[in-house]
């Protein structure tokens, strides 16, 4: 029987990757959801192609535009319909491809429908992740990582045993003001920093590479799937992108994971797991790819890795109150308010404020990204 797949965040980049590698994977993965914010045209698109079961928009007259044109698929509105879809009985698969908090909530209803989850957006995990581990347990689901760097360490870490591990370690490409001094970061702008020079992503996710912020919340996400310690964890500059991440063991054996960068493989390598099949992903170009460079990260001219750091290394509240201000703040560094150093200063001065407590329901993780957020917009 074919995988039947729900598609979170469907007009997004991953999302349209993971419909080519549906597509690419059509005799084992059948796409029987989709969902996104509001985009109907690319919807109505994506519904004819794939003949969906269920829709969900997010905004409420999408979905109702959406609904006249496809009558005969039913379109649902809002989170209601995004976690309606999460937790579709038709689905074996959740695939959550939405950016930000956004993806908290769906990702909570796949897990509690006892749905196997491919993840590729870190927030969930990093903002509740203590209490996720524990949801994941609860209802024995698994939980695989689609961001490219955790796909990597998943892959990494099959070559031994947890307890043997001594570290991971997260390639960072840099992004694109890896190599300004910190008297210049002070003036770049909007369209500077999204310029990234290896990936095609959504906004938030690219201004945060060119913070490091990206990183920081990687190796928050690291701690919480594979449960290994935040002080086992580390980072590394890697410009090429290639080496998408590596695990050392405990004998000085170091395992990396290297592809072209594509999401197709960790989108494909998630829907296929335990097994590997043909995919995509064309084979490494040796004489393109002739040499690869690593360096550590600069935590003085990009202070948001140093601050995620310590969240990870503070636990409690500290990482769901740094994602959800980061947010808030990247967002207003896009609407030209802020500068881009302000990101880090700004939250710098809002975590030392914060009283962190530990997190234990869901209300209590929506309470704290709540205040992170209207401190973030006033600061
Ligand atoms: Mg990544």
């Known amino acids: 029987m074919r995988k039947r797949v729900a598609l979170l965040g469907s007009s997004g980049s991953i999302g349209k990757r993971a419909l080519a590698v549906a597509k690419h994977l059509r005799e084992e993965v059948e796409i029987v959801a989709l969902a996104a914010k509001s985009q109907v045209d690319l919807l109505h698109a994506q519904a004819l192609e794939f003949s969906p079961k269920v829709i969900a928009l997010w905004d409420k007259e999408a979905a109702l535009e959406l609904q006249k044109r496809v009558p005969h698929i039913p379109v649902l509105a809002g989170s209601e319909g995004l976690n309606a879809v999460s937790s579709f009985a038709e689905v074996d698969f959740v695939l959550v491809a939405i950016t930000g908090t956004a993806a908290l909530l769906p990702t909570v209803a796949a897990i509690c429908a006892g749905k196997e989850v491919g993840i ?115 980072a590394v500059v890697h410009p090429e992108s290639i080496v998408h991440s590596l695990v050392e063991f405990v004998d000085g054996s170091l395992i990396a994971q290297l592809a072209e960068p594509d999401m197709a493989m960790p989108i494909q390598y998630a829907l296929t797991w335990p097994r590997r099949c043909p995919g995509l992903t064309p084979s490494l170009d040796w004489v393109q790819r002739s040499s690869l460079h690593f360096s550590p990260p600069d935590e003085e001219r990009f202070p948001c890795l140093r601050l995620a750091r310590s969240a990870l290394a503070e636990g409690r509240s500290y990482p769901c109150f740094l994602n959800a201000a980061n947010e808030v703040l990247v967002e207003r560094f896009l609407q030209q308010e802020i500068s881009f150093m302000a990101i880090a200063e700004k939250l710098e001065g809002l975590l030392e404020k914060h009283n962190a407590w530990r997190l234990s329901s869901l209300e209590e993780i929506l309470a704290v990204d709540g205040l992170a957020r209207e401190a973030a917009r006033t600061v």
């Open 120 to 234: 590729a957006s870190k927030e969930a995990l990093v903002s509740g992740g203590e209490w996720m581990r524990a949801l994941l347990n609860k209802h024995q689901t698994t939980l695989l990582p689609i961001d490219s760097e955790h796909s990597a360490l998943h892959q990494c870490l099959r070559s031994g045993k947890r307890e043997e591990v001594r570290r991971l370690i997260l390639t960072a490409s840099g992004g694109p003001f890896r190599n300004k001094k910190k008297e210049e970061l002070q003036r770049v702008t909007h369209q500077e920093a999204l310029a990234h020079p290896n990936w095609t992503m959504g906004p938030k996710v690219t201004i945060d590479c060119a913070t490091l912020m990206n990183k920081g919340l990687e190796m928050i996400e690291a701690h919480y799937l594979f449960d290994i310690p935040a002080q086992k964890i580390q």
